[in-house]
């Protein structure tokens, strides 16, 4: 019954707050970004069952429910929200997704395992932290790369050739 609760709360509430007050510059700009990287833990979440990582009640149908809601509701609307406020300034950003990570990793995992939600089975805490730390620093790196102008193109329009 929780867990239902925390779905459709991901569902209608992060999704409403991104839709009614981040700007659409910032959803166009950091969305590719935040869709990698969802990508990236879909998979991860698509091989579990090879490495048994985790496990959700209900088996391999629940475990995709639940991680396509966990994915596209809090991971990717955070997301979206920590590239709009912290994007080019690289402290504040590793600074956030390090209390952000830890965060999920030592409070809320412990709750949404004891609520039911899931079970880890191989990894702990710490790895989670380290998994979810080091996709935000790849992140990163793709969003620098995805921005970073082309050879053709001149980085400052001030230049005239």
Not at 45 to 74: C, E, R, S
Request: hydrophobic fraction near 50%.
């Amino acid at each position: 019954m929780l867990v239902n609760f925390f779905r459709i709360f991901n569902a209608i509430v992060l999704w409403t707050i991104i839709i009614f007050f981040l700007p659409k510059q910032s959803f166009k700009r950091f969305f590719p970004v935040t869709l990698f990287c969802s990508s990236i833990m879909l998979i991860q979440t698509l091989i579990n069952p090879i490495f048994k990582w985790w496990q959700v009640k209900g088996g391999y149908k629940y475990m995709v429910f639940d991680a396509l809601a966990f994915i596209f509701g809090p991971f990717f609307t955070i997301n979206l929200w920590v590239f709009h406020f912290t994007y080019k300034k690289f402290t504040l950003y590793a600074f956030c997704n390090l209390i952000i990570d830890g965060i999920f990793a030592y409070l809320l995992n412990p709750f949404f395992q004891k609520i039911g939600h899931y079970k880890l089975k191989r990894y702990t805490p710490t790895t989670l932290f380290i998994i979810c730390y080091s996709l935000s620093l790849i992140n990163y790196a793709f969003q620098n790369r995805f921005e970073k102008p082309g050879p053709s193109e001149n980085p400052d329009p001030s230049i005239h050739k």
